[in-house]
């Protein structure tokens, strides 16, 4: 009996190693707010949504996503050439270091590490529709000191 014990939880202990293993190989965000925040950023980037960490995407994206402002999710978020080139500094100096795979997505919430720390197990599919929460993008409505680069888990209120 105290053998079989042992051996599920050695079992399962390789379980949840190999799915670590496996999260570490692929892209990652770096959930904080850099000490120092570019006043153009703000400015032109936290008014329709909140100011997203720059970590939470590689620079890839970043550079891709500064070229398309004119055409920004179906909005116009269009800057001057100087307030773009400023901008695109800030974010590409402070993009994701840990990112690993090819891809360049748009969208935070289109990225792998996104969709494995918010996995149905975390966030039942329905509470995204939630009228309070109605965009995964609206990090503030679950996290919230977000705005702060604050994701910890202590400090998570899903809205009813
Ligand atoms: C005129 C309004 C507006 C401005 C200004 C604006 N955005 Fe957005 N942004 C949007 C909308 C709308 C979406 C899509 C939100 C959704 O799907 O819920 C979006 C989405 C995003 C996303 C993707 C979020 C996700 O789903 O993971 C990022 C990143 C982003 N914006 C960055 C920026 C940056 C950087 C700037 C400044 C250069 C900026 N935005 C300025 C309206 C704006
Ligand atoms: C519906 C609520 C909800 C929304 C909206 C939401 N999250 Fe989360 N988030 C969670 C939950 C729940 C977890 C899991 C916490 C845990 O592991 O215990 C989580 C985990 C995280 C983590 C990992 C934290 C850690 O310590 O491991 C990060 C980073 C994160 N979210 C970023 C974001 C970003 C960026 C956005 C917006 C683009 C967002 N989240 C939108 C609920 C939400």
Known sequence: MKYRVAFSLALLTLASFTAQAKYDGEDRGKPVMPSTVNAKFVQECAGCHMAFPPGLLPAASWTKMMAGL?????????????????????LVKNASNRWTATTAPLRITDS?????KHSSREVAPAVWKRASIKS??????????????????HNIKIPK
């Open 112 to 116: 792998v590490w996104f969709k494995t």
């Open 136 to 153: 995964a993008s609206n990090c503030m409505a679950c996290h919230t000191g977000a705005d702060k680069g604050d994701f910890n888990e």
């Open 70 to 90: 004119d055409k920004h999710f179906d909005v116009d978020a269009s800057v001057t050439p100087a307030e773009a080139t400023e901008i695109t500094n800030f």
